[in-house]
């Protein structure tokens, strides 16, 4: 049982290039969740899914993409990358409580 | 606006100390308030959470208390240990809603 994986854990991208942050999880969980994490400022919701096919906005989308075709897996879209999309990004499933991957690690410069 | 606000930033505890952090909000339809641990290098993990309508939570040597009046609560760690190093984060949601609204963040550290 892995719990929540996110892959890749560390990338540099190039300011207008794209890439997708993978999550997958073997919980069987509804609920998903993408967040970022700024130094200093806390996690701040980016997208969630409460089940295949539905996914909707939290906090701050601009920029992001998601899908949800699989209850195991929600990736995250960057399209055209830019700088203030440097962060650090959590991907969660939940039951009860939430449960965070490790986390991506993302530089754009 | 900050809807959950987390106070001290940094923590400096000796072994064996309470460790006292805070969290204020505005939002009264919160009703789910978690505290998560998080470690360098690792995703947040739930150490506990309360809702409204109890005062208090004691989990080993974690407790949450909680005041509806002021809209506060706390995290106390009892007996600190080194082991306890850790950023730590409270949390709000209100009800029927998947969106949960970060605290800034506590870095504790307990000297041995």
């Known amino acids: 049982n892995a719990g929540v994986t996110q892959t890749p854990k560390f990338r540099i991208l190039k300011i207008g290039q794209s890439m997708t942050l993978q999550c997958t999880q073997d919980?069987?969980?509804?609920?998903m969740y993408w967040y970022r994490q700024d130094p200093g400022m806390g996690l701040k919701l980016i997208y969630y899914s409460v089940g295949a096919g539905i996914t909707d906005k939290g906090e701050v989308p601009n920029g992001y993409n998601v899908s949800r075709s699989t209850t195991e897996d929600f990736p995250l879209r960057l399209e055209l990358a830019a700088p203030s999309q440097t962060s650090v990004y959590f991907c969660?499933?939940?039951?009860?409580?939430?449960?965070f991957g490790a986390g991506t690690r993302l530089s754009v410069l | 606006q900050q809807q959950v606000k987390q106070s001290p930033q940094s923590l400096i505890v000796q072994k064996g100390g309470i460790s006292i952090i805070n969290c204020a909000y505005e939002n009264t339809a919160f009703d789910y308030f978690p505290w998560y641990q998080q470690f360098p290098g690792k995703g947040p993990a739930l150490l506990i959470a309360i809702r409204p309508d109890v005062s208090e939570k004691k989990e080993g040597r974690f407790t949450i208390s909680f005041n509806k009046s002021a809209k506060q609560f706390s995290l106390h760690i009892m007996d600190s240990q080194p082991g306890d190093s850790a950023t730590y984060f409270c949390?709000?949601?209100?009800?029927?809603?998947?969106?949960?609204?970060f605290g800034k963040g506590t870095k504790l550290t307990v000297n041995p």
């Open positions: 969660a499933s939940r039951d009860i409580i939430q449960y």
């Open positions: 949390a709000a949601r209100t009800g029927g809603s998947e969106k949960l609204v």
């Open positions: 919980m069987n969980h509804n609920y």
